[in-house]
């Protein structure tokens, strides 16, 4: 299965985050390995 997301990165701590939608908790489990490639999007205030 291939998914692309658009995710805004959430802060917890000193730490980025980026949370997993629960509609995917089922197909997803804990310890499993995934592919993250990460590309930056402007956003509207970087547009004006």
């Known amino acids: 299965m291939n998914l ?3 995710k805004r990165i959430a802060k917890q ?3 980025r985050v980026l ?3 629960k509609d995917l ?3 997803l489990q ?3 390995l995934v592919e993250i ?3 930056k999007m402007p956003t509207e ?3 004006q």
């Open 19 to 21: 949370v997993i939608p």
């Open 4 to 6: 692309r997301l658009i």
């Open 25 to 27: 908790h089922a197909y």
């Open 13 to 15: 701590g000193q730490n």
């Open 37 to 39: 490639q990460i590309k």
């Open 30 to 32: 804990a310890g499993d």
């Open 45 to 47: 205030e970087e547009h």
